[in-house]
């Protein structure tokens, strides 16, 4: 199964993500935004953030989550390759992140992810599994 992938969105990055189960999706949604970032096989693990993160419901938490990752690029300048759930429902989110430290020298930035934001979120289950879409502001 194909983890994600863009669709056109005038000025902003839409992807549209999958998983056979919602925590494969929300793994996959993590992994896109990196992917998308910088080449991941030139990231290494060296460090471990726990993720706690809160939503109304799949769509808000999903967008918070990606917030939340997306701040440990931003803020504290960490490139991640490794991503795992061990606790979901619509409304709570438990996991692990790793990678290292972003080095200039070393990690090539593709394309810049200012933000993810709320336009067009969506999760959705089917008869092959989860599917969801999100706007990145880039």
């Known amino acids: 199964m194909k983890r994600y992938r863009v669709f056109d969105h005038t000025a902003d990055l839409g992807v549209e993500i999958y998983g056979k189960t919602v925590e494969e999706l929300f793994v996959n949604a993590a992994f896109a935004i990196f992917d998308l970032m910088t080449d991941l096989q030139d990231v290494k693990i060296t460090e471990v953030r726990a993720i706690v993160t809160e939503g109304a419901d799949w769509e808000d938490l999903l967008v918070n989550y990606l917030r939340d990752v997306l701040y440990l690029f931003n803020g504290e300048g960490l ?60």
Do not use: C
């Open 79 to 138: 490139i991640l390759s490794d991503y795992a759930i061990a606790e979901i429902n619509p409304h709570h989110l438990m996991g692990e992140v790793r990678g290292e430290p972003f080095e200039p020298n070393r990690h090539r930035i593709k394309t810049e992810i200012k933000a993810v934001t709320y336009h067009q979120a969506l999760i959705r289950e089917n008869g092959e599994g989860w599917v969801g879409r999100v706007v990145f502001d880039v």
